[in-house]
C-alpha cells in the first residue's frame, strides 16, 4: 500500500487556485504531523505548510495568506488550499509526513514518508 497519495494538481491561469489532496494509508496517519513541499525545475525542495496531530501549522511565507493546510481526519487526507497562484508556484508538490506528531517544521530532512508527487502548473 502507498503510504501517501497525491493529487489535485493541475495547469491554472494566474490568479487561480486548487486543492492538492493526499490520501494517507491507515499506517501513518494516527500520530504524526504532516507537511506540503514543492519543488520547480532546477531549484531545491522546499517547504509549503506544515500541520501536527493537534492542528497547529506553520506555512512559508511564500505561500502565507494564499494557503491553507488541513485535514480530514474521517477521510484520512490531507489538503493545501492554493489560492492566488502565480507562476513562480509552478512546481512539483509533494506531501509528507512523519512520526513525531509534534513536529513544526518545514525542513525536509525531518520528513520520512514521501508521496509520489502532483504537478501544478501556473501561466501569466
Known amino acids: 500500500q502507498v503510504p501517501l497519495a497525491e493529487s489535485g494538481g493541475g495547469s491554472v491561469q494566474a490568479g487561480g487556485s486548487l486543492r492538492l489532496s493526499c490520501v494517507l494509508s491507515?499506517?501513518?496517519?494516527?500520530?504524526?504531523?504532516m507537511a506540503w513541499f514543492r519543488q520547480a525545475p532546477g531549484k531545491e525542495r522546499e517547504g509549503v505548510a506544515n500541520?501536527?496531530?493537534?492542528?497547529?501549522?506553520a506555512y512559508a511565507d511564500s505561500v502565507k495568506g494564499r494557503s491553507t493546510i488541513s485535514k480530514d481526519i474521517a477521510k484520512n487526507t490531507l489538503y493545501l488550499q492554493l489560492n492566488d497562484l502565480k507562476p513562480e508556484d509552478t512546481a512539483m508538490y509533494y506531501c509528507?509526513?512523519?512520526?513525531?506528531?509534534?513536529?513544526?517544521?518545514?525542513?525536509?530532512?525531518?520528513?520520512?514518508?514521501w508521496g509520489q508527487g502532483t504537478q501544478v502548473s501556473v501561466s501569466s
Open positions: 491507515d499506517q501513518i496517519y494516527g500520530d504524526y504531523c
Open positions: 509528507a509526513a512523519d512520526s513525531r506528531w509534534w513536529l513544526l517544521s518545514l525542513n525536509e530532512y525531518n520528513y520520512h514518508e
Open positions: 500541520i501536527d496531530n493537534l492542528g497547529n501549522t
